[in-house]
Nanobody, 124 residues
Framework: QVQLVESGGGLVQAGGSLRLSCAASGRTFSSYAMAWFRQAPGKQREFVAVISRSGSSTYYADSVKGRFTISRDNAKNTVYLQMNNLKPNDTAVYYC?????????????????WGQGTQVTVSS
């Protein structure tokens, strides 16, 4: 079992940057593909980015491509989301998720474990 704890959210002005972290428990972190999802008020949770077990492969939603970067440090059991050039419509609760597979899934239904979320608010 994996427990996930996100941190790093906050309030930032449009054009600013934030780095989210997700710390995982357990000794099998490197067995999981890791992803970030987000959920804005009144909207469904949506895929943001995913990274393979080794970190060699990544995939992004079109809405964040070129602005967000997902990375991981398997020695620290942590996955990161660097968010640059933030926009007001990036405002959401951001969740990290773990999937015990080599496939880079984009559907939330494929993910086995979830964190509690961290709020990101971008002001205009």
């Amino acid at each position: 079992q994996v427990q996930l704890v996100e941190s790093g959210g906050g309030l930032v002005q449009a054009g600013g940057s934030l780095r989210l972290s997700c710390a995982a428990s357990g000794r099998t972190f490197s067995s999981y593909a890791m992803a970030w999802f987000r959920q804005a008020p009144g909207k469904q949770r949506e895929f943001v980015a995913v990274i393979s077990r080794s970190g060699s492969s990544t995939y992004y939603a079109d809405s964040v491509k070129g602005r967000f970067t997902i990375s991981r440090d398997n020695a620290k059991n942590t996955v990161y989301l660097q968010m640059n050039n933030l926009k007001p419509n990036d405002t959401a609760v951001y969740y990290c998720a773990a999937d015990n597979t080599i496939v880079l899934h984009r559907s939330l239904r494929d993910y086995d474990y979830w964190g509690q979320g961290t709020q990101v608010t971008v002001s205009s």
